[in-house]
């Protein structure tokens, strides 16, 4: 059942800030600045850690070496420096955190803790040989499923995860270690592993890594069932199952390829030998799950296999078998470990290529040198030192930048800095801006250019002297120099024709065709602009917003409308011929709302009652976005285009589409043509609006097919965003829709932006996925950017990098603020290089790389039938996975799937995304939904791409109602749905509700306000206000949760 909950309107702005002397505090991202007197800027009492600069000892990461790497505990990762253990800790660049946070004592990374008993379990003995090839690997992971309700299993170790659980650790080797290759000791990533081969374990010379391993079905073990799939009969009611959203159902479980059965009695198993080695937690290695099938000596394992004798019998092919979920890896215990460990300390910035924690940990960042993760996220933060390292392991090297990201009340935003006329300071050859990573010279006369190596001039107003450690004494007076993220103001060079820009324009223009006005859709939305134009976006403080707006009204013809201030009453103009489209006033249009409210008013109480007996049905598209491009032409400033649409445009006019959905063509090598637009006149549209600065937000509201993959096509390209409410009805849809509607006004935008990515020597940009347009292979061109957007940027090798000096990131994004001032942001980060493969799997972050292989995927379907693109997912992960297991991992059976543990959930992730509605489309499915899906997922973040891909499971029958924490999650699985219970599932964009048929009496009273469940209505969207405890926490989540997405409805 979806679940409807209004809240109040989000407020647009957050604390107001301090301001510092000689440049001032940025109201970006919802937080203005304020009007306190100045001061100068010191919040910064130590040194910011240098380009080169090493952490103290005992702290940060150690160098390649010959010693054995310490094992994984719950510590601070390898290289993360702890809270309060510089100079600088206590620094925080906002205001005090109400939450008295907990100083832990310095630790080495990755130091040891109690180890509990060993337990014991039966497992097989197997033969061992040649380690998996890619190919079996890949067969491994096409086989597994890993989607069945699945416990809690061993709770992870290690990076960015939690410490070990009841299972201790051991390790043993085996002999012809030349099959795996050399590994050198001190290089091996920390690892997770289940028992497998228990018995005598003489000393062994060196102890191999910790590994996630478990049984794969194509070794005979069990397999899994589909994650997602149908509700058992009677067991609930609701909307749609835990799948996509627009209440889109998953698909049914697919019939699972037969695993690779074996016959004949198993080898007998290698020498195990053991010993502790320093900085090693024993380790036991084997596989997780049951055994995979019957063995001599013992008794049969699954009903009606063949038990054998002392002697081995004739080969016995084994019954199918389902791979045991509690021995796949759980995303939920992940989560709550690094919840547990790394939530209640700040994670300060000023290492060089730490890992940050999960995005589903909430933490406080301070910023001392490298941007912080809500700005920009990596795949891997340990960049191989050469391209054949890089290709050897397959792990993409790419970037998730969201460069206006909306930060928290306790987190400053980004210091605006005023060089005056003369700009910021630049290299003269890659053009890069000045961050604390330059290295001053010459007493301070000169600077030479991390990215590039140039040697540049000081300009005289810009010297300052340097310190004995070399730095400028001024470096923490100026946030360019100290700071990971700061803005400039830019100077005229940085605008259009040498001119500063005029504040932009909103543009609202209506469908007033039938299905618009026969659903409500007219009334509803011109009463709700009457008082959401109060909320338009401002910065500073100021008391009202500097944009102005304009209407627009259209089906076959277009309709503007004259509010100047100094009329009594609002005048229409038409525009019939739609060919030729032109704007017929100028003045009167784009007005400014507390001038003109009495006119602004009187035109929305009108135009429902204007069209209220329209019997027009054909609409246009093209046009209308046309019309909107040249009014801000027309006015000399940039500025947004929302646009409500309900049907298919049919109408005789440029931009004309058919109605080309064709179920027929899924799985076969024309399926990509559903995703393609129709025509490349959107194409050349959108690239006419970003030229002029024009974004366009698009809602739909169809009753059937309207080709998203084509009118999506201008807002994708201009940056801006596409909501589709299906079969709109005002009493179901209301609520979701204004929810959204009031977040997209309101929510500061970037206008006329470009970004680009400079890196230093060694790695360069290669290719970027979003909503944005490019004219050349490095300029990212957007016409609008606000603070939900992200780019994703995939890196490659063009030289040898150096393991000393690392790699550097910096992203500078040239914008147009909501008051018409033109800005420069920037964000800098430094990464760290390795020549050893386990250095690289060490340093990974899967929910990053999930993020960029999705977007990847989601392209491919424009150009690649969906099972190439399905089975290149499979491929490339299984590659990752073989690599690791040569060259980083111990010696196993054939059988086991080695997962390092910083990517333990690769494959369970992969498999959701495999899963997704674009790739693996269930028969309810419509093509408008798939292409609407593909085009959200291209501009997600790392934080909603984790929560799409793999839903939160709440139960909410489980915990105290007392208590005011969020409900533990549970994995996301049919099989954990009990049916004495009540469960909230939410993906980011859509809630729902499910109901077990046998909960009780009393909570369906509360909850529901009916005596039975069968007196539910399921066709709920909002739940009733009713003064209880559980309404009242039931209902607080909801709201908790719709504040913490850009869009969720229910």
């Known amino acids: 059942m979806n679940v409807n909950q209004s809240a109040p309107p989000v407020p647009p702005f957050g604390q107001p800030q301090p301001v510092y002397q000689g440049y001032h505090q940025s109201s970006y991202g919802g937080q203005p600045g304020s009007t306190a007197p100045t001061t100068p800027y010191g919040a910064y009492n130590g040194p910011v850690p240098g380009y080169q600069q090493t952490s103290p000892p005992g702290v940060s990461r150690a160098p390649p070496s010959s010693e054995a790497p310490p094992a994984s505990t719950a510590q601070a990762p390898c290289g993360q420096a702890s809270y309060g253990q510089f100079g600088q800790g206590d620094v925080q660049n906002g205001p005090s955190s109400t939450v008295q946070m907990q100083r832990f004592p310095g630790s080495q990374p990755f130091g040891s803790v109690p180890l509990a008993p060993v337990v014991s379990q039966p497992t097989v003995l197997q033969p061992y040989g040649p380690p998996p090839t890619s190919a079996q690997v890949t067969a491994q992971l096409a086989g597994m499923q890993i989607s069945g309700a699945v416990a809690p299993a061993l709770p992870p170790v290690g990076l960015g995860y939690g410490s070990p659980a009841s299972l201790a650790s051991a390790s043993g080797s085996f ?27 003489p000393p062994q010379r060196s102890a191999p890594p910790q590994a996630s391993t478990f049984t794969s079905p194509a070794s005979g073990g069990p397999r899994m069932p589909s994650m997602t799939g149908p509700f058992l009969p009677g067991q609930g009611f609701g909307g749609p199952s835990l799948s996509q959203p627009n209440h889109v159902s998953s698909p049914p479980p697919q019939a699972l390829p037969p695993g690779t059965q074996m016959t004949g009695p198993p080898g007998p198993p290698p020498p195990m030998h053991s010993s502790q080695q ?73 290492v060089r290529g730490q890992v940050p924690p999960l995005v589903t940990t909430n933490f406080l960042v301070k910023d001392q040198g490298n941007a912080s993760p809500r700005y920009i996220r990596c795949t891997s933060y340990n960049i191989p030192c050469t391209s054949d390292m890089a290709k050897q392991a397959q792990v993409p090297l790419a970037a998730v930048i969201k460069p206006l990201a909306r930060l928290p009340p306790e987190e400053a935003s980004p210091y605006v800095v005023d060089h ?30 991390c990215f590039c190596s140039c040697i540049n001039d000081v300009p005289p107003q810009y010297f300052q002297h340097l310190d004995h450690t070399g730095k400028r004494v001024d470096a923490y007076d100026r946030p360019e120099l100290s700071l990971g993220s700061y803005e400039f103001l830019a100077t005229v060079d940085y605008c259009k024709n040498n001119k500063f820009p005029s504040p932009p324009a909103f543009i609202f223009m209506i469908d007033v065709s039938y299905n618009a006005i026969r659903s409500g859709l007219v009334r509803l939305l011109c009463e709700e602009l009457k008082s959401l134009l109060d909320f338009l976006p401002r910065e500073g403080g100021t008391e009202e917003s500097a944009i102005r707006v304009g209407f627009v009204t259209y089906n076959k013809v277009l309709h503007f409308y004259n509010v100047k201030s100094s009329l009594a009453q609002p005048q229409m103009m038409v525009v019939s011929d739609v060919a030729d489209m032109f704007v017929p006033l100028l003045d009167g249009f784009l007005v400014n709302v507390s001038e003109s409210r009495a006119v602004i008013t009187s035109l929305l109480d009108q135009i429902p009652e204007m069209f209220a007996d329209t019997r027009e049905t054909e609409t246009v598209f093209a046009p209308v976005i046309q019309a909107g491009m040249e009014a801000l032409k027309a006015a000399e400033c940039a500025g947004k285009l929302f646009l409500f649409h309900t049907s298919l445009p049919i109408a005789e006019a440029p931009g004309k589409l058919k109605n080309r959905d064709d179920r027929k063509l899924i799985n076969t090598d024309k399926e990509k043509t559903l995703f393609q637009p129709q025509t490349g006149a959107y194409q050349t549209l959108a690239k006419e609006c970003v030229a002029q600065g024009c974004c366009v937000d698009l809602f739909l509201f169809p009753n059937q097919y309207v080709d998203v993959a084509t009118l999506s096509v201008v807002p994708q390209l201009t940056g801006g965003s596409v909501y589709k409410y299906a079969c709109f009805q005002v009493e179901n849809d209301q609520e979701r829709f204004l929810s959204d509607l009031r ?26 996925f979003g909503a944005f347009y490019m004219s050349n292979t490095t300029d990212v061109e957007l016409a609008g950017l606000d603070g939900d957007k992200t780019v994703t940027v995939e890196f490659k090798h063009d030289d040898r990098l150096n393991e000393e000096s690392g790699a550097l990131l910096q992203c500078a994004l040239l914008y147009t603020s909501c008051a018409g001032q033109r800005r420069l942001r920037i964000h800098n980060l430094a990464l760290n290089c390795c020549t050893q493969l386990a250095d690289l799997y060490r340093n990974c972050e899967t929910d990053t790389l999930i993020n960029y292989m999705a977007k990847f995927a989601y392209r491919g379907v424009l150009n690649s039938p969906v099972k190439t693109v399905r089975d290149t997912l499979i491929t490339q992960c299984a590659q990752i996975l073989a690599c690791y297991r040569k060259n980083c991992a111990s010696p196993s059976s054939a059988g086991q799937l080695i997962l390092p543990e910083c990517m333990k959930l690769l494959p369970v992730y992969l498999n959701c995304v495999l899963k997704s509605d674009v790739l693996q489309p269930g028969a309810e499915v419509t093509t408008d939904d798939r292409a ?116 969720l409805s229910w």
């Not at 500061?748 to 290719?767: E, H, K, L, Y």
Request: net charge positive.
């Open 175 to 201: 002999p012809n270690p030349g099959l795996y290759g050399s590994y050198p000791q001190g290089q091996a990533p920390p690892l997770s592993q289940a028992q497998g081969h228990l018995g005598a374990q």
């Open 278 to 350: 320093p900085g090693y937690q024993l380790q036991q290695n084997g596989s997780f799950g049951p055994a995979r099938g019957p063995q001599p000596n013992y008794g049969s394992p699954y009903p009606g296999a063949p038990t054998f004798g002392s002697q081995p019998g004739p080969p016995q092919p084994l019954p199918p078998k389902r791979l045991d979920p509690d021995a796949i890896p759980s995303p939920i215990q992940v989560i709550e470990d690094d919840r547990n460990n790394r939530g209640s300390e700040p994670f300060v910035t000023g």
């Open 420 to 449: 005056g006329e003369s700009g910021p300071l630049r290299c003269n050859r890659c053009k890069a801006y000045m961050c604390p990573f330059m290295q001053f010279i010459e007493g301070g006369r000169r600077f030479q250019c």
């Open 743 to 768: 977040r997209d006004v309101q929510k500061v935008v970037g206008f006329d932006a470009v970004m680009r990515v400079r890196t230093s020597t060694g790695i360069r940009a290669v290719d970027f």
């Open 932 to 1047: 609407y899906v593909r085009q959200l997922v291209t501009s997600m973040d790392v934080a909603e791409t984790n929560v799409f891909f793999y839903p939160r499971l709440l139960p909410l029958t489980k915990s105290p109602i007392e208590s005011a924490t969020e409900p533990p999650a549970v994995r996301a699985s049919e099989e954990r749905l009990s049916n004495g219970d009540i469960y909230l599932l939410e993906n980011g964009l859509n809630l729902f509700l499910w109901v077990g048929a046998s909960v009780q009496q009393g909570v369906v009273q509360s909850l529901f306000n009916v005596s039975s469940f069968s007196q539910i209505t399921s066709g709920l969207s909002v739940l009733p206000v009713l003064d209880n405890p559980l309404s009242k926490k039931v209902r607080g989540l909801i709201d908790s949760l719709r504040a913490q997405r850009s869009r």
